[in-house]
């Protein structure tokens, strides 16, 4: 074979090759589904640590992540079991910050029902306060607490939902299990004023300003595609019949 002929397959099987989608190398979308225009950052005076479960990270829609790209002085963390992870330690074992887990359960103080006075009195006021949150499925986020020693050891918090959760392309267990974002917003909401956040503002709503913009993005995506005849769509209904 001659150089040039063998350089004209080449080129043949690059253009039959699979073409990738080129990812935003900040939320990791798609490019054209990139949300990033629509991150306004700022500082809430929480120190929120989102514990990020390998299998969020490869679902492109982690509001995880997306909460961490809006949070100042935010900590990102993937893993599972975080009972030897360094950055979790030393947050933990920092004398300045004081430690809780955003986590529903029987142990979990829930902070709806709460006065503000209450809910100020649960947190020191001379140490920063460092919230935990789990970005994962309800059953990854129990592995976590139950493998993570450290964890596990934590004062829990928790609320009570106010509405439904605008996440609406993704199945949630029921429509009072909130995203990660829209949990983080909501105890922003909730505590923000006893950590000097002036919940008045409305400066944390720029939480879900990103993430309604995401939801709507992806619900035009699926217009689209449902909209298109089956064999142009993206996704398979199921396996042809023989």
């Not at 690059?14 to 900040?26: D, I, N």
């Not at 299998?55 to 893993?79: P, Q």
């Not at 509405?163 to 909730?190: D, G, M």
């Amino acid at each position: 074979m001659d150089i040039q002929r063998y350089y004209q397959q080449r080129q043949e099987q690059a253009e039959k090759a699979p073409k990738y989608r080129e990812l935003c190398t900040q939320c990791i979308q798609p490019v054209f589904s990139c949300y990033c225009k629509h991150i306004q950052k700022f500082d809430s005076n929480i120190q929120f640590v989102v514990l990020i479960h390998p299998i969020e990270v490869r679902r492109r829609i982690a509001t995880g992540r997306m909460a961490h790209l809006c949070l100042e002085n935010s900590h990102l963390i993937m893993g599972q079991d975080y009972s030897r992870e360094v950055t979790v330690n030393r947050l933990l074992q920092d004398p300045d910050n004081h430690c809780v887990i955003l986590y529903p359960g029987k142990q979990s103080k829930n902070l709806s029902p709460m006065s503000e006075a209450e809910r100020s009195s649960l947190f020191p006021q001379n140490k920063k306060l460092t919230v935990f949150v789990i970005d994962g499925t309800w059953a990854t986020a129990r592995r976590t607490i139950r493998q993570s020693q450290n964890l596990n050891k934590l004062p829990r918090i928790c609320f009570s939902p106010e509405r439904p959760s605008s996440f609406r392309v993704r199945k949630q267990p029921n429509a009072a299990c909130y995203s990660t974002i829209e949990a983080i917003h909501q105890s922003i909401e909730l505590i923000g004023t006893s950590q000097g956040f002036n919940v008045s503002s409305r400066g944390h709503d720029k939480l879900l300003h990103v993430f309604d913009k995401m939801v709507e993005l992806q619900l035009e995506f699926i217009r689209i595609s449902e909209s298109k005849p089956n064999a142009l769509r993206y996704r398979r209904r199921g396996p042809r019949s023989a």
